[in-house]
């Protein structure tokens, strides 16, 4: 129940091209669903986040669709690019503070 | 704001031997979090605190692992004996209190320990 399931574990994407990872969770009391970015050698760094009360949030190239019925959540990297090359996570707070991590999803774009 | 600082960021020891990672997080901020990153097991907490409290350390191995919080500008994290398994990447990470309007986490650079 305190689960999040991320996927696919890894994607290769053409320069341009949409970069799409899921996940999904169990727990209805998880309150806000953030995705976290993450270069080798580096800490994890907030990216978007999104609460289940909106079913789409929207920065820049980056979307979070949110669909609190079927319990899943998705990135979308619109024109995606070769320094968007990372690892991404998903994550889910419970309500007392802590967040739960995906199993994190190795990106590259192909130039 | 300088952001989560840790020291080292990078440890060899031998095993065996006391590790001891170290955590300053961004000031004002009430969670600090512990993580540990491996290829196998991804993103694993460790340990929280709230308000340099303890509230969940179910995440802690086993006993070789003790975290402490003296006031809320530093936490350490120490394993003695270390092992060739706890070879990892440690993450410290802050964030400010539920009543705040984000809950987003500020991550430092890790510490990479490799445990010969």
């Known amino acids: 129940q305190q689960q999040v399931k991320q996927s696919p574990q890894s994607l290769i994407v053409q320069k341009g091209g949409i970069s799409i990872i899921n996940c999904a969770y169990e727990?209805?009391?998880?309150?806000?669903f953030p995705w976290y970015q993450q270069f080798p050698g580096k800490g994890p760094a907030l990216l978007i986040a999104i609460r289940p009360d909106v079913s789409e949030k929207k920065e820049g190239r980056f979307t979070i669709s949110f669909n609190k019925s079927a319990k899943q959540f998705s990135l979308h990297i619109m024109d995606s690019q070769p320094g968007d090359s990372a690892t991404y996570f998903c994550?889910?707070?419970?309500?007392?503070?802590?967040?739960?991590f995906g199993q994190g999803t190795e990106l590259s774009v192909k130039p | 704001d300088a952001g989560v600082i840790q020291s080292p960021r990078h440890e060899v020891t031998e095993m065996g031997q006391e590790v001891t990672l170290r955590c300053k997080p961004i000031s004002g901020h009430d969670y600090l979090f512990w993580y540990r990153q491996t290829m196998m097991r991804g993103l694993e907490l460790l340990i929280y605190?709230?308000?340099?409290?303890?509230?969940?350390d179910s995440g802690m191995p086993e006993d070789r692992f003790s975290a402490k919080m003296p006031n809320a500008s530093f936490s350490t994290l120490k394993i003695q004996p270390s092992e060739p398994r706890d070879s990892a990447v440690y993450f410290c990470?802050?964030?400010?209190?539920?009543?705040?309007?984000?809950?987003?986490?500020?991550f430092g650079s890790g510490t990479r320990l490799t445990v010969v």
């Open positions: 727990n209805t009391a998880f309150d806000y």
């Open positions: 994550a889910a707070n419970n309500q007392g503070g802590k967040l739960i």
């Open positions: 605190f709230n308000n340099n409290v303890p509230i969940d």
């Open positions: 990470a802050s964030s400010p209190s539920r009543n705040r309007i984000s809950y987003g986490y500020t």
